[in-house]
């Protein structure tokens, strides 16, 4: 299948690596100049994951009209807040696009990567649940949801990602799964604000938080129910409030430090997506009716201190 991946950090890195592996045909959309000529010299990116060889490109370049010639399918793998910037220059968007984009799009209020696809004429899918790029890409057994806009789309996302080492787990529930890609990152920064109270109070607050995210989740998307306790549901927020590879949990760490939101961001160094996902939700008319999330809101706003968080956390548990 002939197929273009837009995205060039750790998640299409990894997503590349499983593309070629089923064999497709990847023309690969990067964002510089010289991370395209390295990959199309060498066969490596020269920063992320530089140990692996990516054989095989169709072509890998920064223009994107080409990098969409022709293809069968689209896999967008940006961070959500350069959805718009880098996508806005394409005027129609026809097409079958899979969305492994876990975010708001900037500038959109609260708008997922689904919608602006969808607006802009494709037909939509969504892939999300627990897949950090550290493991994907060293073939290390993963399970994920995917949900399409029609039904005859899942034999096509089978095609386009299934493997021994790499699941796909159909489900009818597009809008509740992208959202809580969206949703645990937020959470997880909550996980990471306590990582020094130990592993007692760490389970306490994550079985509090889930139960906080279904009810969230309930308020969002009234018309679906899907089956929280699931590797796309509770499973992918699991793995990002403690794995070590989780950014928006070591994000959570610095704010429990004592760190701003800003200073916190500098000193992760990686896009933090529950961050940029914070300024879409302020718009979000009932986030005061769920107390974390409004307390994870309310210190990214800049409208508390950080350390007011572990008090919004205890009141939680009480």
């Not at 959805?83 to 959109?108: H, Q, R």
């Not at 939509?124 to 290390?140: M, N, T």
């Not at 107390?291 to 950080?306: D, I």
Request: glycine letters at 8%.
């Amino acid at each position: 299948m002939k197929v273009a991946l837009v995205g060039g950090g750790s998640w299409g890195c990894a997503l590349a690596h499983l593309l070629l592996k089923k064999g497709h045909l990847l023309r690969w959309w990067v964002h510089a100049e010289d991370i395209a000529h390295h990959l199309q010299a060498k066969r490596q990116h020269p920063s992320i994951f530089p140990e692996v060889v990516y054989p095989d490109l169709a072509w890998v370049g920064t223009d994107l009209q080409t990098a969409l010639e022709g293809v069968e399918a689209c896999v967008l793998a940006l961070p959500a807040r350069h959805i718009k910037s880098v996508l806005g220059e394409v005027p129609n968007l026809s097409g079958f696009w899979v969305s492994c984009t876990k975010g708001l799009v900037l500038g959109g209020g609260i708008q997922r990567p689904s919608q602006y696809l969808q607006a802009k004429g494709a037909e939509v899918a969504v892939l999300s649940g627990p897949s950090h790029a550290e493991e994907v890409i060293q073939d290390r057994p993963t399970w994920v949801a995917f949900a399409a806009s029609k039904p005859e789309l899942y034999e096509f996302g089978q095609a386009l990602f299934d493997q021994p080492t790499f699941r796909l787990l159909p489900t009818p529930f597009l809008h509740a799964l992208e959202w809580v890609g969206i949703l645990k990152n937020l959470y997880a920064i909550l996980l990471g604000v306590v990582s020094t109270w130990g592993e007692n109070a760490r389970a306490a607050l994550a079985a509090v938080t889930l139960a906080e995210m279904q009810r969230v989740l309930q308020a969002l998307v009234p018309e679906e129910s899907p089956p929280f306790l699931s590797p796309g549901w509770a499973g992918d927020f699991l793995v990002t409030a403690f794995s070590m590879y989780s950014r928006n949990q070591r994000f959570g760490q610095l704010l429990g430090q004592g760190y701003s939101p800003q200073a916190a961001l500098q000193k992760v160094g990686m896009v933090v997506e529950g961050y940029y996902a914070a300024q879409g939700l302020q718009t979000w008319p009932r986030k005061s009716e769920f107390p974390l999330l409004r307390a994870v809101l309310e210190v990214l706003a800049g409208q508390r201190p950080p350390a007011s968080l572990r008090e919004a956390i205890t009141q939680a548990l009480r």
